[in-house]
């Protein structure tokens, strides 16, 4: 019986396979011989450019990106909010009556003189109700509520100072002043309440932190 050639291999046309599992991201290194305890998880490829993390770290952590929409700022009070609402309603009510103010003092000038007045303190009311909302002051919502007041009061002197009238018609005259102070005396302790003032001072805190040129 013949002998095989000795240059034949029995091996010879068979495909060569690695022996045990290989990295499945590139590498051909064989992790048949290593222990479990050194056979690493490698995680797959992340999204987005963040690079991989511990399982169970908290956002803010290295690996992280942080949550969306980044820290919640301070949070506004209901007394703000409702100052606010006070302030817009007595300049809307305000609004209405300088027309009618400033058509009936067309030829006095006294009458004249506080429809203007009036207007402008309609439009520090609307300025003073959104710096309250936003939490950067109260000067503006101050001085137009403060104005309302002042106003009320002119028109209970210059009530007191007709002549005949009796009882009944200077009780009836006042009350449309009085009525027209009760929203800004509200609103005014609302304005200065600890709430309102945290709030502003948390606000303006944050302001300068984010923009230190603008510290004092």
Same mark, same amino acid.
């Given at each position: 019986m013949s002998q095989p050639p000795s240059s034949w291999d029995p091996h010879a046309g068979q495909q060569d396979y690695p022996q045990g599992p290989q990295n499945p991201y590139g590498s051909t290194e064989s992790f048949q011989h290593q222990p479990p305890s050194q056979q690493a998880y490698v995680p797959p490829p992340q999204y987005g450019g963040y690079p991989p993390a511990a399982?169970?770290?908290?956002?803010?952590?290295p690996?992280?990106?942080?949550?969306?929409?980044?820290p919640l700022g301070p949070q506004r009070p209901g007394a703000a909010l409702a100052a606010a609402v006070l302030s817009y309603v007595q300049a809307g009510l305000v609004l209405i009556c300088?027309?009618?103010v400033l058509a009936a003092g067309t030829d006095i000038v006294e009458l004249l003189l506080i429809g203007i007045v009036q207007?402008?303190?309609?439009g520090l009311l609307i300025f003073?109700?959104?710096?309250?909302?936003?939490?950067?002051?109260?000067?503006?919502?101050?001085?137009?509520n403060?104005?309302?007041?002042?106003l009320v009061v002119y028109y209970l002197i210059r009530i007191s100072s007709l002549d005949g009238?009796?009882?009944?018609? /200077?009780?009836? @005259? !006042?009350?449309?002043?009085?009525?027209?102070?009760?929203?800004? #005396?509200?609103a005014l302790g609302l304005? /200065?309440?600890? @709430? !309102?003032?945290?709030?502003?001072?948390?606000?303006?805190?944050? #302001?300068?932190?984010q923009n230190p040129q603008w510290r004092s």
């Open positions: 399982y169970g770290a908290p956002y803010g952590q690996g992280y990106p942080p949550p969306y929409g980044g300088s027309f009618f207007l402008i303190s309609v003073g109700a959104v710096q309250l909302t936003s939490g950067t002051g109260r000067t503006m919502a101050v001085i137009g403060g104005v309302q007041l002042a009238l009796d009882t009944a018609d /200077f009780d009836g @005259a !006042v009350v449309i002043p009085l009525f027209f102070a009760v929203m800004p #005396a509200v304005a /200065f309440s600890s @709430a !309102v003032s945290k709030f502003i001072a948390e606000k303006q805190g944050q #302001a300068q932190a």
